[in-house]
């Protein structure tokens, strides 16, 4: 039985982007944490917004990523919180550099 490291996880989840604006959930700071427990990736997550109009979407495509990647991951659950409110402070440099400009 393989189990994933958080990097592993967060690798995965960094192939999906926020159609918003453009950038990976990862570089965004909107992935907060994920371990595997045996076969299964539990992630928490927020979104930027609690009226994201993608947010079904968004979470799907978390799952997908993560068993598309992770081959030995039977199931996902995502764990979506609103504390801590996510904000841009919480973004790679990258990401506050471009949506600062």
Do not use: G
């Given at each position: 039985?393989?189990?994933?490291?958080?990097?592993?996880?967060?690798?995965?989840?960094?192939?999906v982007n926020d159609p918003e604006v453009g950038f990976?959930?990862?570089?965004m700071g909107l992935?907060?944490?994920?371990?595997?427990e045996d076969t299964d990736v539990i992630v928490t997550m927020t979104l930027s917004t609690?009226?994201?109009?993608?947010?079904?979407?968004?979470l799907q495509w978390v799952e997908e990523a993560?068993?598309?990647d992770l081959e030995e991951v039977k199931g996902v659950k995502i764990d979506l919180v609103w504390e801590p409110a996510?904000?841009?402070?919480?973004?790679?440099?990258?990401?506050?550099?471009k949506l600062a400009g």
């Open positions: 039985m393989m189990s994933y490291t958080k990097d592993e996880i967060f690798k995965a989840i960094s192939t990976n959930l990862v570089e992935i907060y944490d994920a371990v595997c609690k009226a994201c109009p993608l947010h079904q979407m968004i993560i068993l598309r996510w904000n841009i402070s919480m973004a790679s440099d990258e990401v506050k550099a």
